[in-house]
């Protein structure tokens, strides 16, 4: 039986210190390695680049390589991600600071982020607005309501309210997106877009008064026309005093009712037309000559009481003559009627110094106008007596087609009067010389 030769004393250490060596290099190659996987995994979850070196105690077929141009590559993706996502956010806000509609962005808080120069404009009242809460300048029930339902996520889609700034209210729509599903690193929340539409509510108004005004004023010479025809025919014993009180009635009402028609006629083709004027050279003194000849015409026109004092025109200038000879028609027509005790009516015209505008004039020495009316004359269907209107013969839409005329040219018309002193009507318009 051989018996095994014992390791001496000093093997058994040499062999214990190479193991103990082995153990650390594994043991320290294990902690170098790990440390540059969590480098590697920190540096690619914060998008940040690293320079990987190799230490000396780390394996040789560690692949170093791969993970320092994979780390490369995520870096640049990363960086020109952020550079995208600067540009849109740049073009973001120079496309809502360039709107003409307001925007502004709140966060969760309801605090403003951003806001465009229409906004600021609209609902500052003279104060920063951003940084501050949306309820310290907007107090709108209706918006409050608006946010909470996209919050909810909720199609909320658009709201109205009115907006009072220096004594003026005004109205406004305002619709939300939510920024939050699109920016999801982004405290911002939500987009308000505003858009005033006060003229619009207004423009509305006025419509639906127009379309009740026409219909009422419609309606009263068609039924009057009606029940006179009507006594007429079931009556056929009248005397003949009262059945000729009944035709010449059926015949001033249907005087009326054409009047109104053509006056309906002549505002649908100013207001709806884009051929509404066709300008010719002329000259405006010219074209009041031949209404002079129109107007005397009238059985209420008093020639005597009538006057002209026209400037000299030299040269001649673009407008539409037909519209401007119904539009200083319209003047005198309504002066000669409503002016009431008066001794002249003057149609003028005056020349601008630098010779750009030409002011045509009709003035009375009546009754005048109160001040109450004379702010609302020039609105369709406005008249200030409504009695003598009826009587004598009006549509009250006169001025409101001599408004339209002078705006159409470019031009404006406004009104002065005093009681007991008279009134004046006057169209400017502007003069465009010949190259």
Not at 103 to 119: E, G, M, Q, Y
Not at 128 to 148: H, K, Y
Not at 194 to 211: C, P, Q, S, Y
Request: with cysteine.
């Amino acid at each position: 039986m051989i018996i095994p030769k014992q390791p001496s004393p000093v093997m058994i250490e040499i062999s214990s210190l190479v193991l103990g060596v082995l153990t650390l290099y594994f043991w320290v190659q294990h902690r170098y390695g790990r440390q540059l996987l969590l480098d590697i995994a920190t540096s690619i979850r914060e998008g940040n680049s690293l320079l990987l070196e190799k230490p000396l105690l780390l394996s040789k077929g560690f692949p170093l390589k791969l993970y320092q141009k994979a780390m490369d590559e995520n870096a640049n993706r990363i960086a020109n991600l952020e550079r995208e996502s600067d540009r849109s956010t740049h073009t973001f806000n120079e496309t809502l600071g360039g709107m003409l509609d307001g925007a502004i962005i709140l966060n969760r808080d309801h605090i403003i982020t951003f806001v465009n120069s229409t906004a600021q404009k609209n609902f500052s009242l003279g104060q920063r607005m951003q940084g501050r809460r949306l309820e310290a300048f907007i107090d709108s029930f209706e918006i409050l309501d608006l946010i909470d339902q996209s919050g909810r996520g909720l199609t909320s889609g658009k709201a109205e309210f009115t907006f009072r700034k220096n004594g003026t209210i005004k109205d406004f729509e305002v619709a939300i997106a939510l920024l939050s599903s699109i920016r999801t690193e982004s405290k911002d929340v939500y987009l308000l877009l505003f858009r005033e539409v006060t003229e619009i509510k207004r423009a509305d108004r006025l419509r639906k008064d127009f379309v009740a005004n026409a219909s009422h004023e419609l309606r009263t010479p068609v039924t009057m026309i009606k029940g006179f025809a009507e006594t007429l025919v079931e009556s056929p014993t009248l005397p003949a005093a009262r059945r000729s009180s009944f035709i010449s009635k059926i015949h001033k009402n249907s005087l009326r009712l054409q009047a109104l028609v053509d006056d309906l006629l002549s505002l649908s083709e100013l207001e709806g037309s884009v051929d509404a004027f066709q300008p010719t050279n002329n000259k405006l003194c010219e074209v009041i000559r031949g209404i002079d000849l129109y107007i005397q015409e009238k059985p209420y026109v008093d020639a005597s009481k009538l006057k002209f004092s026209l400037a000299e025109e030299k040269d001649a200038f673009p407008f539409d003559a037909i519209k401007m000879a119904i539009a200083i028609g319209n003047l005198i027509d309504n002066a000669f009627k409503y002016a009431g005790s008066f001794t002249i009516v003057e149609v003028s015209t005056t020349l601008s110094k630098d010779n750009k505008t030409i002011i045509c004039s009709v003035r009375d020495d009546g009754n005048g106008i109160p001040q109450k009316d004379l702010e609302r004359i020039f609105e369709r269907f406005y008249v200030v007596d409504k009695g003598r209107s009826r009587e004598k013969g009006g549509t009250g839409l006169g001025l409101s087609i001599v408004k339209h005329v002078a705006e159409g040219h470019g031009g404006r018309v406004f009104a002065q009067s005093k009681l007991g002193k008279g009134t004046t009507f006057s169209i400017e318009l502007p003069r465009y010389q010949d190259s």
